[in-house]
């Protein structure tokens, strides 16, 4: 009975310490703020966010996460990077062959973190969003 016990503890344990190590490691490097409103709910993001082909692209590990589904319903966003803040239209982009780019310079950005925020959960499910700049 203990060393079920002892199992137990040690599993909770490590689950909790790869859970922090996935936050951790989504901190780190460049991390802006994304600030999304659905008319009933208003709601601020700290994300990754990458250059790449002349715009500036955040991304969701799943389209489920609550940020994603306000900016479906309601596009305009303000972005925040280095203290400087921007109305924004966020652009989904659906298409794996056309987000293939966006994740590659993900992954060269923020390297070992990139893969391992990627374990916790699935990374074909990742979905980029463009951030292009209101006229």
């Given at each position: ?21 996935v ?9 802006v703020?994304?600030r ?8 601020a993001?700290?994300l ?18 609550g940020?994603?589904?306000?900016i479906?319903?309601n ?7 280095a ?9 989904p ?16 950005k923020?390297?070992?973190?990139d893969?391992f ?15 292009d700049?209101?006229r």
């Amino acid at each position: 009975m203990r060393l079920l016990l002892w199992v137990g503890v040690v599993l909770v344990i490590g689950i909790g310490a790869f859970y922090g190590a996935v936050i951790l490691a989504s901190e780190s490097g460049e991390v802006v703020t994304l600030r999304t409103n659905s008319g009933s709910e208003a709601r601020a993001t700290r994300l990754w966010v990458v250059d790449h082909g002349g715009a500036e692209w955040v991304r969701t590990g799943h389209s489920e996460k609550g940020w994603f589904r306000q900016i479906r319903a309601n596009a305009l966003v303000e972005f925040e990077r280095a203290g400087a803040k921007s109305l924004r239209t966020a652009v989904p982009i659906l298409e794996p062959e056309l987000s293939q780019g966006v994740n590659e310079a993900f992954r060269s950005k923020y390297g070992a973190a990139d893969w391992f925020v990627a374990l916790s959960g699935d990374a074909s499910q990742r979905i980029v969003v463009r951030l292009d700049r209101r006229r």
